[in-house]
């Protein structure tokens, strides 16, 4: 049933994912990686405090486990709490040092809550998973939180188009509050891509900015 409920979350199917995950559980209450795995479907859902009680349960069944604090952690980012979310993550990565995506969520933890460990996180993230996309982009926007906007654009350039990686150093210098320079970014991600209609949107949203 779990192997059954794995596959169709896989396809998009959550409901029947969920029903799966349930049966699994209901043959086997000791069973951390059912729990583990509907309460992700909760996260996936849009309910991510439905599947607290789940990935608790994971937790306990399994202290040794990554993968499980590494879920409480995805749920309460979604829930908007990073610091509790931020402490889950840790909790992974020392437990698994070379699991990826524990150290990746660290990072992007870091960055947003401004801790100045973000880049070493980042710079670890980075090289147990060089290939990864997400990995960069969050090495990006910890390099652009530091005020290192040229090492920013190397990381965005390092992992999509050149119009991708005009966009995003955009939406770093509006966070900046850098309007200028976003403008800039924006119409250089609009002339390389004139598809990119977003890029467009927030050309006009940072001039209007800046000229306010």
Same mark, same amino acid.
Request: hydrophobic share 50%; net charge positive; aromatic share 10%.
């Given at each position: 049933?779990?192997? +059954?409920?794995?596959?169709?979350?896989?396809?998009?199917?959550?409901?029947?994912?969920?029903?799966?995950?349930?049966?699994?559980?209901?043959?086997?209450?000791?069973?951390?990686?059912?729990?583990?795995?509907?309460?992700?479907? &909760?996260?996936?859902?849009? /309910?991510?405090?439905?599947?607290?009680?789940?990935?608790?349960?994971?937790?306990?069944?399994?202290?040794?486990?990554?993968? *499980? *604090?590494?879920?409480?952690?995805?749920?309460?980012?979604?829930?908007?709490?990073?610091?509790?979310?931020?402490?889950?993550?840790?909790?992974?990565?020392?437990?698994?040092?070379?699991?990826?995506?524990? +150290?990746?969520?660290?990072?992007?933890?870091?960055? $947003?809550?401004?801790?100045?460990?973000?880049?070493?996180?980042?710079?670890?993230?980075?090289?147990?998973?060089?290939?990864?996309?997400?990995?960069?982009?969050? @090495?990006?926007?910890?390099?652009?939180?530091?005020?290192?906007?040229?090492? *920013?654009?190397?990381?965005?350039?390092? +992992?999509?188009?050149? *119009?991708?990686?005009?966009?995003?150093?955009?939406?770093?210098? @509006?966070?900046?509050?850098?309007?200028?320079?976003?403008?800039?970014? /924006?119409?250089?991600? &609009?002339?390389?891509?004139?598809? $990119?209609?977003?890029?467009?949107?927030?050309? &006009?949203?940072?001039?209007?900015?800046?000229?306010?």
């Amino acid at each position: 049933h779990r192997a +059954v409920a794995l596959e169709y979350r896989r396809l998009g199917v959550l409901d029947t994912a969920h029903q799966h995950f349930t049966r699994a559980i209901e043959l086997d209450r000791r069973d951390p990686a059912a729990y583990d795995g509907r309460a992700r479907l &909760w996260r996936d859902f849009g /309910f991510a405090g439905q599947g607290l009680g789940d990935a608790y349960r994971a937790a306990y069944l399994a202290p040794g486990s990554a993968e *499980a *604090a590494n879920t409480l952690g995805t749920l309460f980012e979604a829930m908007g709490d990073l610091r509790r979310a931020r402490t889950f993550f840790a909790r992974a990565a020392a437990l698994d040092p070379s699991a990826a995506y524990a +150290v990746t969520n660290l990072c992007h933890a870091d960055t $947003m809550l401004g801790r100045r460990e973000a880049l070493a996180q980042c710079s670890r993230a980075v090289a147990l998973a060089p290939g990864s996309s997400v990995a960069r982009n969050n @090495m990006g926007l910890a390099y652009a939180a530091a005020g290192a906007f040229d090492l *920013a654009q190397q990381e965005f350039s390092a +992992v999509g188009s050149q *119009a991708v990686a005009a966009y995003n150093l955009g939406i770093v210098f @509006m966070a900046a509050a850098r309007l200028p320079e976003a403008a800039e970014a /924006f119409r250089e991600a &609009w002339l390389s891509d004139p598809t $990119m209609a977003i890029a467009a949107q927030r050309l &006009w949203q940072a001039r209007a900015a800046s000229a306010r």
